[in-house]
């Protein structure tokens, strides 16, 4: 079956600690987004990928960084820089020839503790 | 001023009833209008995806755009305890790298 697979489902990070969150896609998507979803804000874009070895800082980037080293993965870095990393954390992809719709992976939730 | 209003809710119905969800937008350029429906602590789940202005039907749910207006619905039609979750509304243009999304509708359906 294809689809998006976030791992893990939930993860707890200590202050002043590194994490990553891991995102693999199997749909042959060139497109690769990261979303951060808060209580009441909807989802805010940290980062996107277009094609391999590119990406984009979306519009809360600070304290995040990805790679783009394989078409079918893009994981995000959680730094200790970012001060309120505690939040759900959603990848999505699409297609990039056209139109299309984006799909989602089943997100991981963010504790620091 | 938000690119994407949509009513946070909550909004509660008892089950079969009619159920109308709605975003309005600023950018005119938006051309796909897409609804995605987010169970707790589970992924957006795509519901329906629209190309420019009118109407489109899958199952119990029908999307409506309306774009002089800015301007998009969801209807639920016989509306279930399942249905209950966050519906998400969402949008782009064409050759645009972002999807705008609304805040999201939160919606329970009581037996």
């Known amino acids: 079956d294809g689809g998006i697979t976030q791992s893990p489902k939930y993860l707890f990070r200590k202050e002043g600690q590194n994490v990553t969150l891991s995102c693999e896609q199997n749909?042959?998507?060139?497109?690769m987004y990261w979303y951060r979803q808060d209580p009441g804000q909807g989802l805010r874009l940290i980062y996107y990928?277009?094609?391999?070895?590119?990406?984009q800082k979306g519009d809360i980037a600070e304290g995040y960084s990805v790679s783009r080293e394989k078409k079918e993965s893009f994981p995000l870095t959680v730094t200790s820089a970012q001060k309120n990393p505690t939040a759900f954390y959603l990848c999505?992809?699409?297609?990039?020839?056209?139109?299309?719709?984006?799909?989602f992976g089943q997100g991981t939730r963010l504790t620091v503790v | 001023q938000k690119e994407v209003e949509q009513d946070p809710g909550p909004l509660s119905v008892p089950e079969g009833a009619i159920v109308s969800l709605n975003c309005t937008y600023s950018?005119?350029?938006?051309?796909?209008f897409m609804w995605y429906r987010q169970y707790s602590r589970k992924g957006p789940e795509l519901l329906m995806y629209?190309?420019?202005?009118g109407n489109k039907e899958d199952g119990r749910f029908t999307a409506q755009v309306d774009k002089s207006s800015k301007y998009i619905s969801l209807f639920i039609r016989d509306s279930q305890p399942s249905d209950s979750a966050t519906y998400l509304c969402?949008?782009?243009?064409?050759?645009?790298?972002?999807?705008?999304f609304g805040t999201g509708t939160r919606l329970t359906v009581i037996p």
């Open positions: 629209t190309y420019s202005s």
């Open positions: 999505a992809s699409r297609r990039r020839d056209r139109e299309t719709e984006a799909f």
């Open positions: 950018n005119s350029a938006f051309q796909y």
């Open positions: 990928s277009q094609i391999v070895n590119d990406f």
């Open positions: 749909l042959n998507h060139d497109a």
């Open positions: 969402a949008m782009h243009q064409t050759g645009a790298n972002n999807l705008f």
